[in-house]
C-alpha cells in the first residue's frame, strides 16, 4: 500500500464510545444551564440559539433552549448548534483540567510513527473541528495536535455520503488510492471505498462487533495496520 495520508475518525476508533457517552455528554449536560446563562448575551451564543429556534421551527423561551439542547443530548443527535455549544463548554472544561481526552495506546503509537514516516494524517469526525481540536490538545500523551494537517467534521458532509469524502479528497490534494480512512463506522466505510479511498474499520472490543461478510477489512486494534 502506498499510503500518503490517513483520515481517522475519533470515536470508536483512535478513543473509546465510552469517553464521549461517559465523559463528555454528561458534562454538557450537567453544564448547559449554567453555561448559557452566563453567556446568554455573547454574540456567538445568540447565533447559536437562533440556530436552535429555526431548526425546532418557532421562539424558545430560556427553559425550552435548555430543555432541548438536553433532549437532543440524550438523542444522540448530529446537529451544528448542539456541536457548536457543546465544544465551548468542553473548552472550558479542558482547559481548566476537569476534562481529559483518551487516546487508545495502539492508537497513539501508530499515529506518531506514520508522522515520523511523513504520513499526513487528518481527522474526520462528526465532532465539531473545535472539539477534535480540543480533545487531542489535552490527552492522556499531552498535546498531540502536531500530529495532524487537517480536521474535517460534518460542515464538510455527512459522514456516511461518499461526496464528503470526495470534498476531502479535493481538500487534501492527494489521489484517493493514496489514502486510508479509519473507522468503526460499517456505513463511513462503505462510502469511503466508495470514493475510492481505502479503508480499515476497527472493531474495538468493547465498541464494536465483526459483521460476516463485510466487505472491507475489519482489524480490532492500529498494530494491525502495516504500512
Ligand atoms: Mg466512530
Do not use: C
Request: negative net charge; proline residues 4%; aromatic residues 14%.
Amino acid at each position: 500500500m502506498d499510503i500518503k495520508a490517513i483520515i481517522t475518525d475519533i470515536e470508536g476508533t483512535t478513543t473509546p464510545i465510552s469517553f464521549v457517552k461517559d465523559v463528555l455528554f454528561p458534562y454538557s449536560y450537567q453544564k448547559i444551564e449554567e453555561f448559557l446563562k452566563n453567556h446568554w448575551e455573547e454574540e456567538e451564543i445568540k447565533k447559536i440559539v437562533e440556530d436552535i429556534k429555526h431548526i425546532e421551527g418557532r421562539d424558545l423561551s430560556f427553559e425550552e433552549i435548555v430543555n432541548t439542547l438536553r433532549r437532543w443530548i440524550e438523542e444522540d443527535r448530529k446537529i451544528t448548534p448542539l456541536k457548536q455549544l457543546q465544544g465551548i463548554i468542553w473548552e472550558d472544561g479542558y482547559k481548566s483540567g476537569e476534562l481529559k481526552g483518551y487516546i487508545y495506546p495502539d492508537a497513539y503509537e501508530k499515529l506518531k510513527k506514520w508522522f515520523e514516516k511523513g504520513i499526513k494524517l487528518y481527522v474526520y469526525s462528526s465532532g465539531s473541528v473545535k472539539a477534535q481540536k480540543l480533545l487531542f490538545s489535552h490527552t492522556n500523551y499531552g498535546d498531540l495536535t502536531y500530529l495532524f494537517s487537517g480536521y474535517f467534521d460534518t460542515k464538510i458532509g455527512s459522514k456516511i455520503e461518499s461526496e464528503s469524502y470526495k470534498k476531502i479528497l479535493e481538500n487534501i490534494g492527494i489521489s484517493p488510492e493514496n489514502i486510508l480512512f479509519l473507522s468503526d463506522n460499517p456505513e463511513e466505510i462503505k462510502a469511503a471505498a466508495q470514493s475510492g479511498i481505502k479503508v480499515y474499520r476497527l472493531v474495538r472490543p468493547k465498541d464494536a462487533e465483526y459483521i460476516e461478510n463485510f466487505p472491507y477489512p475489519q482489524i480490532t486494534s492500529f498494530e494491525e495496520i502495516n504500512i
